[in-house]
């Protein structure tokens, strides 16, 4: 991959050098159907108002009401005729701005031709960027244990997966940088990467968040070998230990308190960024958005026009007359920080129920400092078996095998387990978790 956006654009498949910033298609021509014959004419949702106080937002709330002639009752932007209708590749424009800003205030992309487009969600974007740079033999850099959609999409189109070392602050910059300074591609059976696919926050399963040095390490050896980064980021905002400078932080403030992403770092054009709706307001609404060089987003346009052409217009209308109508940027921001502030005190509660109730002597544990997984780790060859034990005291906990590329064909030398303090009710934590310790003391047959 090259060193700079215009050069990393014409490495992409088909991109024409021409192609201008705007594109996206009108498909109203074909096969739309007629307004009158929408079956919803109005839609009502109960949401926290602008003013929600922190700790118990539906103690305040507001009525939505989404009609289909708001735009020309001019009382929005965004309505249900518009809405309901097929939209165009990139989103709706609507949204998409309200997008953009917000990746303005906290990524700041250090590079002019940076651009965003909706999309359904990270699933969808991780499978169209592989669809887009796929070429059969491509290697893309995974971390140790990664999310195995990442893999299950790759797999079938091709490509080849490299499995790097990660410590406890994530990917190991020199041990990477080490790997490809000396990529032999017969002893590797498997070309030099060319791509690397990376979960920056609260790493699925590990929990691993990389400090704002070690990303910069990372990216500097990205930089040196010209990988381009997949960042797969849904639980950005989920940063448990960052401290805003004030109590009731400005939206910049807060924005500047979290740690900086890829794409904040990215003064080439070189990472392919995705952010989702699904852990900060629902994954039912399948919406997302992905930030990138400009001619990548064109290429992403292009794959939706043929694919899921745009997220659901019921939920983009919904997110936008949220986030833009109601919350603003400052609301929305405030909202984050107290679902932030809601998962901690279950992060808190995990810790506390292992520190409780699992045995030390056969298992350890981390906390994490973001996202929604904890990782136990512990001795080899009894991951089924412990598996299995849990299930039966009615615990699951997902095994860290099923998050490797060879599924553990290639040797583990521990067992772990991910666990989720996200789902669970509050206080269904601790009894979970103790059975989960039976469970184990069951394996080792301890008393
Ligand atoms: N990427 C990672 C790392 C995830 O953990 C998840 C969900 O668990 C997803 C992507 C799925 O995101 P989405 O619902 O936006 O498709």
Same mark, same amino acid.
């Given at each position: 991959?090259?060193?700079?956006?215009?050069?990393?654009?014409?490495?992409?498949?088909?991109?024409?050098?021409?192609?201008?910033?705007?594109?996206?298609?009108?498909?109203?021509?074909?096969?739309?159907?007629?307004?009158?014959?929408?079956?919803?004419?109005?839609?009502? @949702?109960?949401?926290?108002?602008?003013?929600?106080?922190?700790?118990?937002?539906?103690?305040?709330?507001?009525?939505?009401?989404?009609?289909?002639?708001?735009?020309?009752?001019?009382?929005?932007?965004?309505?249900?005729?518009?809405?309901?209708?097929?939209?165009?590749?990139?989103?709706?424009?609507?949204?998409?701005?309200?997008?953009?800003?917000?990746?303005?205030?906290?990524?700041?992309?250090?590079?002019?031709?940076?651009?965003?487009?909706?999309?359904?969600?990270?699933?969808?974007?991780?499978?169209?960027?592989?669809?887009?740079?796929?070429?059969?033999?491509?290697?893309?850099?995974?971390?140790?244990?990664? @999310?195995?959609?990442?893999?299950?999409?790759?797999?079938?189109?091709? @490509?080849?997966?490299?499995?790097?070392?990660?410590?406890?602050?994530?990917?190991?910059?020199?041990?990477?940088?080490?790997?490809?300074?000396?990529?032999?591609?017969?002893?590797?059976?498997?070309?030099?990467?060319?791509?690397? @696919?990376?979960?920056?926050?609260?790493?699925?399963?590990?929990?691993?968040? =990389?400090?704002?040095?070690?990303?910069?390490?990372?990216?500097?050896?990205?930089?040196?070998?010209?990988?381009?980064?997949?960042?797969?980021?849904?639980?950005?905002?989920?940063?448990?230990?960052?401290? =805003?400078?004030?109590?009731?932080?400005?939206?910049?403030?807060?924005?500047?308190?979290?740690?900086?992403?890829?794409?904040?770092?990215?003064?080439?054009?070189?990472?392919?960024?995705?952010?989702?709706?699904?852990?900060?307001?629902?994954?039912?609404?399948?919406?997302?958005?992905?930030?990138?060089?400009?001619?990548?987003?064109?290429?992403?346009?292009?794959?939706?026009?043929?694919?899921?052409?745009?997220?659901?217009?019921?939920?983009?209308?919904?997110?936008?007359?949220?986030?833009?109508?109601?919350?603003?940027?400052?609301?929305?921001?405030?909202?984050?920080?107290?679902?932030?502030?809601?998962?901690?005190?279950?992060?808190?509660?995990?810790?506390?129920?292992?520190?409780?109730?699992?045995?030390?002597?056969?298992?350890?544990?981390?906390?994490?400092?973001?996202?929604?997984?904890?990782?136990?780790?512990?001795?080899?060859?009894?991951?089924?078996?412990?598996?299995?034990?849990?299930?039966?005291?009615?615990?699951?906990?997902?095994?860290?095998?099923?998050?490797?590329?060879?599924?553990?064909?290639?040797?583990?030398?521990?067992?772990?387990?991910?666990?989720?303090?996200?789902?669970?009710?509050?206080?269904?934590?601790?009894?979970?978790?103790?059975?989960?310790?039976?469970?184990?003391?069951?394996?080792?047959?301890?008393?």
């Amino acid at each position: 991959m090259p060193t700079n956006t215009s050069e990393s654009c014409k490495q992409v498949r088909g991109v024409d050098d021409h192609a201008g910033p705007q594109l996206a298609r009108d498909w109203r021509g074909p096969g739309a159907p007629s307004a009158d014959f929408f079956p919803f004419l109005a839609a009502e @949702y109960t949401v926290p108002s602008a003013e929600f106080p922190d700790e118990a937002p539906a103690s305040c709330t507001t009525q939505l009401h989404i009609g289909m002639k708001d735009v020309s009752e001019g009382t929005s932007n965004y309505d249900l005729s518009s809405a309901l209708q097929y939209g165009v590749g990139t989103g709706s424009r609507q949204l998409l701005g309200f997008v953009k800003e917000h990746v303005k205030l906290f990524h700041d992309p250090p590079y002019l031709d940076w651009d965003c487009i909706l999309t359904t969600g990270n699933t969808s974007a991780m499978d169209t960027v592989m669809r887009i740079f796929g070429r059969k033999g491509v290697t893309m850099v995974i971390e140790n244990h990664t @999310y195995p959609t990442c893999f299950e999409t790759g797999l079938p189109l091709g @490509y080849a997966f490299f499995p790097a070392k990660m410590d406890d602050d994530g990917l190991v910059p020199d041990e990477l940088d080490r790997a490809l300074s000396s990529w032999d591609e017969e002893a590797r059976g498997m070309r030099r990467p060319s791509m690397l @696919y990376t979960i920056p926050t609260g790493q699925n399963p590990s929990g691993a968040t =990389p400090s704002a040095e070690r990303r910069r390490q990372v990216y500097a050896v990205a930089r040196k070998h010209d990988l381009y980064i997949l960042e797969d980021d849904p639980y950005y905002v989920f940063q448990f230990d960052s401290a =805003p400078a004030a109590a009731s932080p400005t939206t910049e403030q807060y924005a500047q308190s979290l740690l900086p992403s890829y794409l904040r770092l990215d003064t080439d054009g070189r990472v392919f960024r995705m952010d989702s709706f699904a852990k900060t307001v629902s994954p039912g609404a399948r919406v997302g958005w992905v930030t990138a060089a400009r001619p990548v987003v064109e290429r992403v346009m292009r794959v939706h026009e043929v694919s899921t052409q745009h997220p659901s217009g019921l939920s983009q209308v919904a997110l936008y007359r949220l986030l833009h109508d109601e919350w603003g940027h400052a609301g929305w921001a405030r909202w984050m920080r107290h679902i932030c502030a809601g998962y901690r005190r279950r992060r808190d509660v995990m810790v506390g129920a292992c520190e409780a109730s699992l045995p030390r002597e056969v298992v350890g544990w981390k906390a994490p400092s973001a996202g929604f997984f904890a990782e136990t780790l512990s001795a080899h060859e009894v991951e089924q078996a412990i598996y299995d034990a849990a299930i039966r005291h009615q615990v699951l906990v997902v095994p860290g095998s099923w998050f490797l590329v060879d599924q553990g064909r290639s040797g583990m030398d521990t067992v772990c387990f991910r666990m989720t303090f996200a789902a669970p009710a509050t206080n269904a934590i601790p009894d979970a978790v103790k059975a989960l310790g039976h469970a184990i003391r069951e394996v080792f047959r301890l008393g």
